[in-house]
C-alpha cells in the first residue's frame, strides 16, 4: 500500500536547473541536505532503500559501489539498511526507454525483500583469476558431460567503473563469466577469449 513506503531525497530542495551531478555545488550541497535524510531514517526506518541513480547509490554505499557496476543487487549501505541501485527515472523520461524494465525489475527486486525479508547468503565459489590449465579444465567438464547447463554473462567497461558509450555496438566487452552450478563461476578476462569463444562454439 501507499503508506507502506516513504518518497524522499538527497536534497530538501531543487538544484539549479535540477542538475546535481557534476555540479560545483554537489559536494557542499549534498553534505548540507543530509542531516534531513538522516532525520527520515531514524523517524521512519524502513526495511530495504530503493537508490534511484548513481548519486543516491554512491551517497548511501560512501561511495564503495556505483550505479553502473552494481544496480539490481543487495547492497550495504551507511544506516545498517540493505540498498539497492536502480537507474534515475529521468534517463527513461529523456528517451531511454529500453530502460523501463531494467528499472522495473529493480524496484520488483526491493519491494520482494521488503515485504519477505533478506534470504541468507548464498555460499559462493567464484575463480575470478582463473589460470590457463584450469580454464581447459572446465572446457574439459563440459566435453565430458553436454547434459550440463551453461549459462554465461558478457560484461562491458562498466562493470570496472569505466564509462562506455551509450550504444552498446560500441560497447567494450572486458570479461565472461560461465557457470554450470548454482553459485559458482569461472570468471574469463580478455586473455581467455580465446577460451571463450571455444566454449560459445560448443553450442
Not at 50 to 67: F, K
Not at 137 to 149: C, G, K, N, R, Y
Not at 184 to 200: D, K, N, P, T, Y
Amino acid at each position: 500500500k501507499r503508506d507502506d513506503y516513504l518518497i524522499s531525497n538527497l536534497l530538501s530542495c531543487s538544484p539549479p536547473g535540477n542538475e546535481l551531478r557534476g555540479a560545483p555545488y554537489e559536494r557542499a550541497a549534498l553534505d548540507h541536505c543530509r542531516c534531513f535524510l538522516n532525520a527520515e531514517v531514524a523517524k521512519h526506518p524502513p526495511s530495504i532503500i530503493l537508490a534511484m541513480g548513481e548519486v543516491p547509490l554512491r551517497e548511501l554505499t560512501a561511495g564503495a559501489y556505483n550505479q553502473a557496476a552494481h544496480r539490481g543487487y543487495l547492497l550495504p549501505s551507511i544506516y545498517g539498511i540493505p540498498v539497492i541501485g536502480t537507474i534515475h527515472p529521468s534517463r527513461i523520461a529523456r528517451g531511454d526507454w529500453h530502460l523501463f524494465p531494467v528499472m522495473k525489475h529493480d524496484i520488483a527486486q526491493a519491494a520482494r525483500f521488503a515485504a519477505r525479508g533478506i534470504p541468507e547468503p548464498m555460499p559462493t565459489a567464484y575463480n575470478l583469476t582463473p589460470s590457463s590449465s584450469e580454464v581447459e579444465q572446465f572446457i574439459a567438464q563440459l566435453e565430458a558431460d553436454p547434459s550440463l547447463l551453461l549459462s554465461y554473462d558478457c560484461e562491458t567497461s562498466e562493470i570496472l567503473g569505466i564509462p562506455g558509450p551509450r550504444d552498446w555496438r560500441k560497447k567494450t566487452m572486458v570479461q565472461i563469466q560461465f557457470a554450470v552450478a548454482v553459485g559458482q563461476a569461472i570468471v574469463l578476462g580478455a586473455e581467455h577469449f580465446s577460451h571463450a569463444r571455444r566454449i560459445m562454439a560448443m553450442g
